[in-house]
């Protein structure tokens, strides 16, 4: 006999063995009980997580041998023939590859016959958002005016394609991604059942690879079955889904609180030597602070986290060394590095960065790394800035401000030129409690007002951070030895009625005047 796997031998055989969609379960079961069951269905939600053998079901209730039932006997040749997919009044029909005009019209011609055995003839559609719009057009009449002894029942994972003339014919259900927990509870019950032995991390594993897709899950065990030698762990989990081990997303958060710059770079090292996806990584890692997040706001215990009990307990202690503030910041970072990666690659430098700029928003000053990993330098080697005193963030001056200044400007001009039109023409004054004072002359007073906008001081921050690896802030003021030279004139002492009306348009004033003879 062939081997049927798992998915397929513990699919469910009833509504109540349906995980996870209690809602349409228990509507379907009231309308067979009360004899309301609609002429057409539309099943949505992600794969996996019983769209298909929701309407198996509903069809082995309307056709079972032993009367309309929410439990079908299973044994009767009609619920075995719908089962296994081969009953000749059960149509299943895939809409990616039926999906033309001419497909339809068989089925409309197929329609108006009466069922061979069975009391109704359905017809599930799967994926039916395939179909293209003159099939769904010629579907319209028949689907919303049936013959008595047909049923339609629609599945799709991408709702959002099928036409809402299609949709307002039937009766939709939206079904859930199925909770971790609940992946678990049936996993473990499957496992014991298939006497397979597997450590409790695990099936939490397998519940995140399978990102709440039962079907996806029990393709996972299946796999695992076959690839351990004995007992199923978290580790040999990890390695057959390429994902990051949870031990490294809790070491390499270790290492952004304690400041240990080394240490996070050779996690990352170790994680590309694996081979791991830098993608998957990074969703890891935002998932990881998002966790974080969540035990923050205490509602670690509702379900909303999705690790086990001792990860969970680590989960809340790396939690208390964070506030807020600091997770959105990291989430934010990383989610840029992110967006990077997937633009413009260098994988591993922008992870480096974003693990960097993580430690950075701790505000804790670097480890310094431990004297067996520094290499001491030739001694014909003059002496460079690395080989400082390491531990302590130096202090910045106004010179060095000064000095990689054109860098600030280059980098804005490349960004937003508006920006450096403006910053180009301030000098640079003073540098206080990690405040840059930019001076503008009087007649630049737009300029100044310009660069105070929130928006604007972000961008110029952001730009800082990248050329000093710091956070710097700008102040922006006018010159006092300019702004005293200046001699206002109201409105009524310009002689030019012209020049009255531009002042006025535009409230402004005269800060200087020239006198100029035009040779006509």
């Keep these: 006999m062939s081997y049927i796997v ?31 069951v609609a002429h057409a269905y539309a099943f949505a939600g992600p794969r996996g997580i019983g769209k298909t053998t929701t309407a198996r079901l509903l069809s082995k209730s309307l056709n079972c041998e032993e009367g309309i039932t929410v439990k079908p006997c299973n044994n009767c040749s009609s619920c075995q023939e719908i089962a296994n997919g081969i009953s000749l009044d059960v149509l299943e029909i895939d809409g990616a590859s039926n999906r033309g005009i001419d497909n339809i019209r068989a089925l409309k011609d197929n329609v108006r016959l009466v069922p061979s055995r069975d009391r109704f003839k359905i017809y599930i559609i799967d994926e039916v958002h395939m179909l293209t719009t003159e099939a769904f057009n010629a579907l319209l009449k028949t689907l919303e005016e049936p013959p008595v002894h047909v049923k339609f029942m629609l599945a799709t994972t991408m709702a959002h394609k099928v036409p809402l003339t299609i949709l307002s014919r039937c009766q939709k259900f939206d079904f859930k991604r199925i909770g971790a927990p609940e992946l678990v509870k049936r996993l473990q019950f499957i496992a014991e059942e298939e006497k397979l032995d597997v450590e409790e991390s695990a099936f939490f594993a397998i519940a995140y ?42 070491s390499i958060t270790d290492a952004i609180i304690s400041g240990d710059r080394l240490k996070g770079i050779e996690i990352i090292n170790a994680v590309i030597d694996y081979g791991k996806d830098l993608h998957l990584f990074f969703k890891s890692l935002i998932q990881h602070f998002r966790n974080i997040i969540v035990a923050n706001l205490g509602m670690g215990e509702a379900g909303l986290i999705d690790l086990p009990p001792e990860s969970l307990k680590k989960l809340k202690s790396q939690a208390m060394q964070f506030t807020m503030e600091e997770a959105e910041k990291a989430i934010a970072i990383l989610a840029d ?20 700029k993580l430690i950075e928003i701790k505000g804790i000053p670097p480890k310094a790394p431990s004297p ?11 002496p460079t800035a690395a080989s400082e005193e390491p531990g302590e963030k130096t202090t910045l001056s106004l010179e060095s401000v000064l000095k990689n200044w054109p860098l600030v400007l280059e980098k804005i001009k490349n960004e937003k030129i508006s920006v450096w039109t403006f910053l180009k023409e301030g000098k640079l004054t003073k540098l206080s409690n990690e405040i840059i004072t930019i001076t503008f002359p009087g007649k630049l007073l737009f300029y100044k007002e310009s660069l105070e906008r929130p928006a604007t001081q972000r961008f110029v921050e ?9 956070r710097l802030g700008i102040k922006c003021i006018i010159s006092e030895e300019k702004q005293s030279d200046i001699k206002e004139k109201s409105v009524s002492d310009v002689p030019d009625e012209r020049v009255k009306t531009i002042l006025n348009i535009f409230n402004g004033q005269i800060v200087e005047a020239n006198e100029h003879k035009l040779n006509v």
Excluded: C, Y
């Design 6 to 36: 798992l998915a397929r031998k513990w699919r469910p055989q009833s509504f109540a063995e349906v995980i996870g969609q209690e809602h349409v379960s228990r509507t379907l079961t009231n309308a067979i009980l009360n004899d309301k």
């Design 209 to 250: 690879g399978a990102d709440g897709s039962m079907r996806d899950a029990l393709s996972i065990l299946d796999q695992l079955a076959l690839f351990s030698e004995g007992k199923i762990k978290e580790d040999e989990v990890k390695a057959v889904l390429g994902v990051v081990a949870t031990e490294s997303l809790f």
């Design 337 to 356: 590095a992110e967006e990077r990666l997937r633009k413009v690659g260098g994988g591993q430098i922008s992870l480096e960065l974003a693990i960097l």
């Design 372 to 382: 067996e990993k520094l290499k001491p330098l030739p001694e014909s080697s003059p």
């Design 462 to 470: 952001k730009v800082l951070v990248d050329v000093f690896a710091r």
